[in-house]
């Protein structure tokens, strides 16, 4: 059974950092490229970052840019989120997300979604 | 960035009626689309892939239709667990974008 697991959310001051964690299981994860998906309260699904499943690639939303880091450690099975200057706009939950095969190659859909961390930032 | 708009923003059904849902993109996606479906509480889940194709697990009477700019999610026989907003999303170009979602109420 396919499972993502988000840990590292917190309440966090603007301009602070955090780092965010997803393990994953029931798959061979080295073989997925995976992303994180945002929701502020509230709102609509904001795609935030994707990285290969190599680690060689990464792209970012613009209103991210700069700031988030998406990383993965294949040994550990576990993606990972750096956010650093983190403003009141970013206050969302975070889901990680499978990128899907089906078929050939990765098609940028997300097929699995974990329950997601929670971010908010506030003074 | 292409842009997702979604119609209508509710739509406002009974058990066993059918249900159909826009998405218009601002440029082709050619089939590049996705649709998910969200209950309160709970992650995504997706239900269709590029424009058409059911995802693994997803009853067939979820279908989805379009190509180019105008998309079609259509539910034949509404359940009672398939009221859920409902969110497509592009893979056509970076960054990947949503739209703004459609509630499916009774």
């Known amino acids: 059974e396919v499972q993502l697991v988000e840990s590292g959310g917190g309440l966090i001051q603007p301009g602070g950092s955090l780092t965010l964690s997803c393990a994953a299981s029931g798959f061979t994860f080295s073989a997925n490229a995976m992303s994180w998906v945002r929701q502020a309260p509230g709102k609509g699904l904001e795609w935030v970052s994707t990285?290969?499943?190599?680690?060689?690639?990464?792209y970012y939303a613009d209103s991210v840019k700069g700031r988030f880091t998406i990383s993965r450690d294949n040994s550990k099975n576990t993606l990972y989120l750096q956010m650093n200057s983190l403003r009141a706009e970013d206050t969302a939950l975070y889901y990680c997300?499978?990128?899907?095969?089906?078929?050939?190659?990765?098609?940028?859909?997300?097929?699995?979604w974990g329950q997601g961390t929670l971010v908010p930032v506030s003074s | 960035e292409i842009v997702l708009t979604q119609s209508p923003a509710t739509l406002s059904l009974s058990p066993g009626e059918r249900a159909t849902l826009s998405c218009r993109a601002s440029q082709s996606v050619i089939n590049y689309l996705a649709w998910y479906q969200q209950k309160p509480g709970q992650a995504p889940r997706l239900l269709i892939y590029?424009?058409?194709s059911r995802a693994t697990g997803i009853p067939a009477r979820f279908s989805g239709s379009g190509s180019g700019t105008d998309f079609t999610l259509t539910i034949s026989s509404l359940e009672p667990e398939d009221f859920a907003l409902y969110y497509c999303?592009?893979?056509?170009?970076?960054?990947?974008?949503f739209g703004p979602g459609t509630k499916v109420d009774i």
């Open positions: 590029d424009a058409s």
């Open positions: 999303q592009q893979r056509m170009n970076w960054p990947i974008t």
């Open positions: 997300a499978r990128v899907c095969y089906y078929g050939s190659g990765p098609k940028y859909y997300f097929d699995y």
């Open positions: 990285i290969t499943d190599s680690g060689f690639r990464a």
